[in-house]
């Protein structure tokens, strides 16, 4: 079992609000994710760390910004929620050669309204 | 960059029957391939992984999946279906460096 948590997981908030997402794991992993995915829809690499003070943008512009402070630790925040921000946010870790998997948190589904 | 396409977004089966789910990745060097599956309100969950040791791959829940090089092929396969199989489904590859590249995904419907 993947030891690798979000929270919250549903947040409904009102346009305007900060807003921060919590990912920590307990797997030592220097690789961290985070995905943006609609409904039914693939997913979007948004942001992605290779360690603690390693932050990079991922394929989808976000308004979104991450910090990465210690290595289980990866929150993801929103300092102004706009209903366009309204999607499923998925966490993940990875250990650190291209054949291992990557593990994924439950998502977090926010709603801005 | 390599990446991976999944041909068909929907696909319906009846209960028992066969589960086929095609993956295709574009790569210059060998990959490493994954398969995961995501239910409603839920993160993904690895289902089984090609690393090379060997091109059938066995996974959980009576899944498995071949390693083509000839038609760099991934697909992914399960002789009977059941209910709870209902779900999406997410072919992932690997590139060098840092992250993994996810298909579009295929949503698999199960009839009675």
Redesign the interface.
């Known amino acids: 079992e993947a030891d690798i948590y ?1 929270t919250p997981r549903y947040l409904v908030i009102g346009t305007g609000k900060k807003i921060t997402l919590e990912c920590s794991q307990t797997m030592g992993h220097d ?1 961290m ?1 985070w995905y943006q995915q609609d409904p ?4 979007h ?1 948004i942001h ?1 760390s ?1 360690g603690v003070n390693s932050t990079e943008k ?1 394929d989808l512009s976000s308004e979104s910004t991450v910090s990465r402070i210690r290595t289980e630790h990866f929150p993801l925040t929103l300092e102004s929620a706009r209903p366009s921000h309204t999607s499923q946010y ?1 966490c ?1 870790s ?1 250990g650190d050669t ?2 291992t ?7 977090t ?1 926010l709603t801005v309204v | 960059a390599q990446s991976v396409t999944q041909l068909g977004s929907h696909v319906s089966v009846s209960e028992g029957a066969l589960v086929l789910l095609r993956c295709n990745y574009s790569s210059s060097v060998p990959p ?1 391939l ?1 398969w ?1 599956v995501q239910y409603p ?6 289902l089984l ?1 090609y ?2 040791a060997a091109t059938l791959v066995k996974g959980i829940n009576g899944f498995e999946a071949e390693f083509k090089k000839s038609e760099t092929s991934f697909h992914l396969t399960k002789p009977s279906a059941h209910m709870s199989d209902a779900a ?1 489904y ?1 072919c ?1 590859v ?7 590249s ?4 295929t ?1 698999v419907t199960v009839r009675a």
Do not use: I, V
């Open positions: 979000q690789k994710y039914g829809m693939e997913l690499l992605y290779y991922g998925l993940a990875r291209d054949n998997e990557a593990f994924f948190g439950q998502g589904r | 490493y994954f995961y309100n839920q993160g993904l969950q690895l992984k690393t090379s999406e997410f992932a690997s590139e060098k460096g840092y992250k993994l996810f298909g579009a995904g949503t």
